[in-house]
């Protein structure tokens, strides 16, 4: 499976952007997908998941009420609606799948797409 994420960009504060990671190589439709990223110097940290059907979501406490995360199985693609965008936000932004996750657990993620960089100007 290779997962290919875009979207990324520079945004000033207040500003939005829409990632999109598209799955190819195997239908993922019973992988459960989500997003994490890494800010300079610091570890990489979980962002957002949604269940394989797409009627489950978790989502970190700084991020909740701003970003929202969906998937689109007949396009092999998911998505995360970043709202609200603050500095902090800023990081390189990681699509990953796996059939059993720990949204909080990197290490439960199957496959991992490269990274986006999404930078928040104040």
């Known amino acids: 499976v290779q997962l290919q994420a875009c979207g990324g960009g520079l945004v000033q504060a207040g500003g939005s952007l829409r990632l999109s990671c598209a799955a190819s190589g195997r239908t993922v439709s019973r992988y459960a997908m989500g997003w994490l990223r890494r800010a300079p110097g610091k570890e990489r940290e979980f962002v957002a998941a949604?269940?394989?059907?797409?009627?489950?979501?978790n989502y970190a406490d700084s991020v909740k009420g701003r970003f929202t995360i969906s998937r689109d199985n007949a396009k092999n693609t998911g998505y995360l609606q970043m709202n609200s965008l603050k500095p902090e936000d800023t990081a390189v932004y990681s699509c990953?799948?796996?059939?059993?996750?720990?949204?909080?657990?990197?290490?439960?993620?199957?496959?991992w797409g490269q990274g986006t960089q999404v930078t928040v100007s104040s």
């Open positions: 990953a799948i796996g059939l059993k996750i720990k949204p909080y657990d990197s290490g439960s993620y199957n496959y």
């Open positions: 949604i269940s394989w059907s797409g009627g489950s979501t």
